[in-house]
């Protein structure tokens, strides 16, 4: 029995202690019981010298549901320490979703050989899971379905049921279809079983039942899932043509991605980025965005630059002039945040973006005209100079006026360009509000205190 009262930290430490003592046997009594995805975390909370040691401890049944939860990263070290018929066997368990995904992680031959191991129906739904986008629902969705007539009896059903001995995982309906393979309604379990068995499906399936196109992106999947409560859905082709379904744990898997992707971004790194990857691959993905924020870095050092004789004749400007920039970068990221949480969302569009832009010019113009007049008294009390107050005031209104507007349109023009906003919006964010912050202090500056 496995013990959900343990935490990671601990059972790390215990996995640690017992390969550095060479007690294998221990290692063994920890992951026992561990359901896959839970060997997965572990897998990617170690370094690579344990995480290798300990992927050979893992029971070969579990081998390929393990895969499947490790990121892509962390996947393909663990894919290469192992044999070709190691993968082979790996993978023999699991559904065509799940095959489909390891599926082009795989050293060419091995590929080959998996499918040379298949039956032709297998094979046949692997191609075609293959031949659908990466983020669609057709990737998503398991062909394990079970599809009855709506003219047939129950009676007939229960005998279908007890033909092939036992039903998928997560099966709460069975689909309804009609005779040429199209969509009609579902027909839940708990009906089956409780109603008149010479009844016909066709008088209790539900008929108001939302299907999913296969093409439909997998994001807008987990949001048609969210909003409608949904456990499973049929997923459907252009002419109504039942070709698999989708369950809620599918979704969860989605909705995790997205998080973790949505979090990389914003630090301008990869969702399946491996926190224990060697030194040399890891510092060069960190450098091109280092590099990107070194350019922005200079742009905003060369506006303060234009301004040098009026930074020597007034100490007051340097002191003062971060308080501009760094109110203008927090408002931005404030903006900034809910419009990416909105475009993922798929909450903002052409007909809303407009007035979000007004909102946001009104609470950039109220906080503005707060904080500046904060900061002017407390200027002004620090160097006993009235001009500097104001000037800092003006120049803090213009700034968060500018970061706001900054924060809406950033995300809509990198959408627009097919650009993810999480991934570079931070960056033209802070070269924005540094540029404007640090011209409009120390441009009025220049022209009314010298």
Known sequence: MTDTTETLEHRLSRIHLALEKEELEQVDDVIADLEPAEVALLLESMPPNERIRLWERVPQEVDGEVLLHVHDEVRSTLIDDMDHHEIVAATAGLDTADLAELFEDLPQQVA??????????????????????????????????????????????????????????????????????????????????????????????????????????????????????LVSAPVVDEDGLLLGRIVIDDIVDVIRDDSEQALMNMAGLN???????????????????????????????????????????????????????????????????LAIRGLALGQISRTNSNWLLRKEVGISALNGLLWALV????????????GIGLVIAVALV??????????????????????????????????????????????LATLFLL
């Open 271 to 337: 969702e399946e980025e491996d926190l224990f990857a060697p030194i040399l691959p890891s510092a060069k993905r960190r450098a091109i965005w280092l590099g990107i924020n070194l350019l922005t870095a200079f742009l905003a050092a060369w506006v303060i630059g234009r301004f040098e004789a009026a930074l020597d004749q007034l100490v007051a400007l340097a002191v003062l002039m971060p308080i501009v920039a760094s109110m203008g970068g927090i408002a931005g990221s404030q903006t900034l945040t």
């Open 398 to 443: 213009i700034n968060m006026l500018a970061a706001g507007i900054a924060g809406i349109l950033i995300p809509l023009m990198l959408k627009r360009a097919g650009i993810d906003p999480a991934l570079s919006g931070s960056v033209i964010l802070t070269t924005v509000t540094d540029v404007i912050g640090f011209m409009a202090f120390l441009g």
């Open 112 to 229: 080959e050989d998996m499918l040379r191991s298949m039956d032709a129906l297998q094979r046949s739904r692997l191609e075609e899971t293959l031949s659908f986008e990466e983020d669609s629902a057709g990737r998503l969705m398991r062909t394990d379905t079970i599809a009855v007539r709506a003219d047939v009896s129950l009676e007939t059903v229960q005998r279908f049921l007890r033909w092939k001995e036992s039903v998928p995982d997560n099966t709460h309906t069975l689909m309804v279809v009609d005779r040429n393979g199209r969509f009609v309604g579902v027909l839940p379990l708990s009906r089956l079983v409780a109603s008149d068995q010479e009844r016909a499906v066709a008088d209790l399936m539900d008929t108001e039942v939302d299907s999913i196109k296969v093409t439909m992106k997998s994001r807008d999947v987990a949001t048609l899932f969210q909003t409608h409560d």
């Open 375 to 386: 900061v002017a008294v407390l200027a002004v009390l620090w160097f006993k100079n009235l």
